[in-house]
């Protein structure tokens, strides 16, 4: 596993951003007011927050595992739970 991983991240990211660089990049696409913190590890990135519903949940995933360097995304993401 550590192997494939390993061959996933030359693939994509080769490398050449940092954690801070995709953590900029992620911000530049989502806005840094969208209230989600973003946590960067060798292309892992962590998503924590709150959002209002579950389609922007599932956009934010796919946009930020879209980027450039981002090899995974740990999406702890909650919806909004509306009373």
């Known amino acids: 596993m550590t192997t494939q991983k390993t061959q996933l991240t030359n693939i994509k990211n080769n490398g050449s951003l940092t954690n801070q660089e995709i953590r900029e990049e992620i911000y530049a696409a989502l806005g840094e007011e969208s ?32 980027l450039p360097g981002v090899d995974d995304v740990e999406n702890e993401l909650t919806v909004k739970v509306v009373q």
Do not use: Q
Request: net charge negative; charged share 30%; no cysteine.
């Open 35 to 66: 209230g989600i913190d973003v946590h960067v590890r060798e292309g892992i990135v962590r998503l924590t927050g709150v959002v209002d519903t579950a389609e922007s949940l599932d956009f934010i995933e796919g946009t930020v595992r879209d």
